[in-house]
């Protein structure tokens, strides 16, 4: 009784035929395993990728003090064909910290915009959402209210 093939509107092909021939297999990989997550918790971990690289953000963008600058070679200089001088960046401190103050601005937008969504998305689908998945968001708004809570280990909430 099999009349060959998936059933009708099926995504078997994309998932299993065009994305295995085109990606490499660990990404082919990572995407089956992504393609079997709820929607929701897939932003929820989203979320804490975006709040862990905020985290992390804050030590590689570190600026000491106003004296804090950076110099750095970019390149040689050249004058028909020949080296004639090297080429440096200079950043100032002030110049870190606005660049730093900018992405962390933008950052956390981007954070609470995900915060915004997963709620929408939690209330959409209240019947169905998990005492976790409920809870998640509420102590995610502690946290940034809150520094000493942020002190915890994110990962017991994630």
């Known amino acids: 009784g099999n009349t060959g ?8 092909h994309y998932i ?19 393609n079997k997550m709820d929607p929701l918790d897939m932003l929820w971990h989203s979320i804490g990728l975006k709040f862990s690289a905020i985290l992390r953000a804050q030590k590689i963008m570190y600026v000491k003090n106003k004296n804090d600058k950076t110099v750095e070679k970019v390149g040689y200089k050249k004058f028909d064909g020949e080296l004639s001088g090297e080429s440096w960046e200079v950043q100032q401190a002030w110049e870190k910290q606005a660049q730093f103050l900018k992405a ?4 956390m937008g981007q954070l609470s915009k995900m915060i915004r969504n997963y709620e929408e998305m939690l209330h959409k ?3 169905v959402a998990t005492e976790l998945q409920k809870t998640r968001v509420e102590v995610l708004k502690q946290k940034l209210k809150d520094p000493e809570l942020g002190k915890n280990k994110l990962e017991d909430f994630m």
């Open 5 to 12: 093939g998936p059933p009708l509107g099926s995504q078997n």
């Open 16 to 34: 299993h035929g065009f994305y295995s021939k085109l990606l490499p297999k660990q990404t082919y990989d990572i995407f089956k395993e992504v």
């Open 104 to 107: 962390q601005s933008d950052a």
């Open 125 to 127: 689908n209240w019947d």
